[in-house]
T-cell receptor, first 117, second 111 residues
Framework: GAVVSQHPSWVICKSGTSVKIECRSL??????MFWYRQFPKQSLMLMAT?????????EQGVEKDKFLINHASLTLSTLTVTSAHPEDSSFYIC?????????????FGPGTRLTVL | TQLLEQSPQFLSIQEGENLTVYCNSS?????LQWYRQEPGEGPVLLVT?????EVKKLKRLTFQFGDARKDSSLHITAAQPGDTGLYLC???????????FGGGTRVLVKP
């Protein structure tokens, strides 16, 4: 149980285009999903907390107009990187918390590698 | 300065040796989780500890939560090449919603 999927697993795009990444909880419901980015050989950095039916909460230094988050249902959150630039190239990972899990464990998706040319 | 400090940052050992990874903080956490991540993949949850002094075992892996719930350790006995990966500790504060990650420990087990 507790499977989180991401799509696509990798994407290459030209500078200036927008890219949408989907995150789904496959076998549980999640009112809260989290978006992280990870640079090579570094730990995960939280970008934003996505709440179903309400606006996302962004971490300091993360541009909300550049990283658009939509959490339309209890099983789906999307991250759109708008007008992507090479410095946005990174590994983006989503995570979801299982509502039914008493310890509030978070489960992570497999990640999406974004390369902006 | 990170809220959770992991040490060492990198560890290279021979197959069969033991290793310990530490996760330390000056803050108290209501729960702490350990993950292992392989290149190009998302972190996989290994264990969650919630009680001060708690010890959990997962085959050759032993996890300990400090009595004051500020630190944790991961001990691997007789490491195998399959244990190679990035080990991450992550904690959640009592009233918090966010999971804070340590800097990670990269473990390489050579055959």
């Amino acid at each position: 149980g507790a499977v989180v999927s991401q799509h696509p697993s990798w994407v290459i795009c030209k500078s200036g285009t927008s890219v949408k990444i989907e995150c789904r909880s496959l076998d549980f419901q999640a009112t809260t999903m989290f978006w992280y980015r990870q640079f090579p050989k570094q730990s995960l950095m939280l970008m934003a907390t996505s709440n179903e039916g309400s606006k996302a909460t962004y971490e300091q230094g993360v541009e909300k107009d550049k990283f658009l988050i939509n959490h339309a249902s209890l099983t789906l959150s999307t991250l759109t990187v708008t007008s992507a630039h090479p410095e946005d190239s990174s590994f983006y990972i989503c995570s979801a918390r299982d509502l039914g899990e008493s310890y509030n464990e978070q489960f992570f998706g497999p990640g999406t590698r974004l390369t902006v040319l | 300065t990170q809220l959770l400090e992991q040490s060492p940052q990198f560890l290279s050992i021979q197959e069969g040796e033991n290793l310990t990874v530490y996760c330390n903080s000056s803050s108290v956490f209501s729960s702490l989780q350990w993950y292992r991540q392989e290149p190009g993949e998302g972190p996989v949850l290994l264990v969650t500890v919630v009680t001060g002094g708690e010890v959990k075992k997962l085959k050759r892996l032993t996890f300990q939560f400090g009595d004051a719930r500020k630190d944790s350790s991961l001990h691997i006995t007789a490491a195998q090449p399959g244990d190679t990966g990035l080990y991450l500790c992550a904690g959640r504060k009592a009233a918090g919603n966010k999971l804070t990650f340590g800097g990670g420990t990269r473990v390489l087990v050579k055959p």
